[in-house]
């Protein structure tokens, strides 16, 4: 249910609301015990926090800054959900409730707006339906809070999935490059192995065709010796066996 609102300007008259830019909007939501709980705020300036003052037979009470958070208000898109107010009464000032007029003030115009306290018959039906329905709704927020989360802790995932992606992409073009400059730098290795052994074999076959003709001019040296040898060899094979059979004749006569 909505309150009773009546605005008026600085100089206390009433003031057409299209002769202003305020737009001041709340109500008294319970007078629990002694404690006064409700709502204001300016539509034009939702980010303004507006002055609540309580008068008692037209006489300023208590006065308060309707500044705190109250999820059910964000919900219904009173602005950031912090245009709540609460006081706390004393016994007589609650006692003389029929006496009470509670009004809001804006501090940037001076606009003002009286807020209607309901009866307490119309607060307690009000407060029957209330309690349950904000007990819902507080579990439906925790519900879509919770959900909030769980999609920003998949999205840090799909993050963080996304950056091992990519490093192992990375990683596997290292090793590729690395695997790459590994072969050539084996090949060219091989090469250069094979360059020496080449090398290495023409100096070995330059140096056994130096040493064939070595033995060749060697085996030219040695001929004419060779030849003398033989003959002094086959002159003492024939004086040693003509020795051996002139013995062997002596022997023979000498029996």
Do not use: C, Y
């Given at each position: 249910m909505t309150s009773m609102t009546t605005m008026h300007s600085p100089d206390g008259t009433v003031s057409d609301a299209s002769e202003t830019p305020a737009k001041l909007n709340g109500r008294v939501d319970a007078l629990d015990?002694?404690?006064?709980?409700?709502?204001?705020?300016?539509?034009?300036?939702?980010?303004?926090?507006?002055?609540?003052?309580?008068?008692?037979?037209?006489?300023k009470v208590q006065e308060a800054v309707a500044d705190q958070g109250r999820i059910d208000l964000r919900r219904n898109g009173i602005g950031d959900g912090r245009h709540a107010f609460a006081m706390e009464l004393d016994d007589r000032t609650a006692a003389a409730r029929e006496a009470l007029t509670?009004?809001?003030?804006?501090?940037?115009?001076?606009?003002e707006l009286e807020l209607r306290l309901p009866p307490a018959a119309e607060l307690a039906a009000e407060a029957a339906?209330?309690?349950?329905?904000?007990r819902f709704f507080d579990?439906?927020?925790?519900?879509?809070?919770?959900?909030?989360?769980?999609?920003?802790?998949q999205k840090e995932l799909l993050d963080k999935v996304g950056e091992l992606g990519v490093q192992l992409?990375?990683?596997r073009q290292r090793e590729a490059e690395t695997k790459q400059s590994e072969e050539t730098v084996g090949n060219g290795?091989?090469?250069s192995r094979l360059g020496e052994i080449d090398v290495f074999q023409m100096r070995f076959d330059q140096?056994?065709?130096a040493f064939d003709d070595r033995?060749?001019?060697?085996?030219k040296e040695a001929k004419a010796p060779l030849r003398q040898v033989t003959v002094v060899l086959g002159f003492l094979s024939g004086l040693s066996a003509l020795l051996s059979f002139v013995t062997l004749t002596v022997m023979l006569m000498g029996r």
């Amino acid at each position: 249910m909505t309150s009773m609102t009546t605005m008026h300007s600085p100089d206390g008259t009433v003031s057409d609301a299209s002769e202003t830019p305020a737009k001041l909007n709340g109500r008294v939501d319970a007078l629990d015990g002694n404690r006064l709980h409700g709502w204001i705020w300016d539509e034009a300036r939702p980010e303004e926090r507006l002055i609540v003052r309580l008068m008692r037979n037209g006489l300023k009470v208590q006065e308060a800054v309707a500044d705190q958070g109250r999820i059910d208000l964000r919900r219904n898109g009173i602005g950031d959900g912090r245009h709540a107010f609460a006081m706390e009464l004393d016994d007589r000032t609650a006692a003389a409730r029929e006496a009470l007029t509670i009004v809001g003030v804006s501090p940037s115009t001076g606009v003002e707006l009286e807020l209607r306290l309901p009866p307490a018959a119309e607060l307690a039906a009000e407060a029957a339906i209330a309690v349950p329905l904000a007990r819902f709704f507080d579990r439906v927020e925790a519900l879509i809070a919770l959900q909030r989360r769980s999609q920003l802790t998949q999205k840090e995932l799909l993050d963080k999935v996304g950056e091992l992606g990519v490093q192992l992409a990375q990683h596997r073009q290292r090793e590729a490059e690395t695997k790459q400059s590994e072969e050539t730098v084996g090949n060219g290795a091989i090469a250069s192995r094979l360059g020496e052994i080449d090398v290495f074999q023409m100096r070995f076959d330059q140096t056994l065709r130096a040493f064939d003709d070595r033995l060749v001019a060697i085996r030219k040296e040695a001929k004419a010796p060779l030849r003398q040898v033989t003959v002094v060899l086959g002159f003492l094979s024939g004086l040693s066996a003509l020795l051996s059979f002139v013995t062997l004749t002596v022997m023979l006569m000498g029996r």
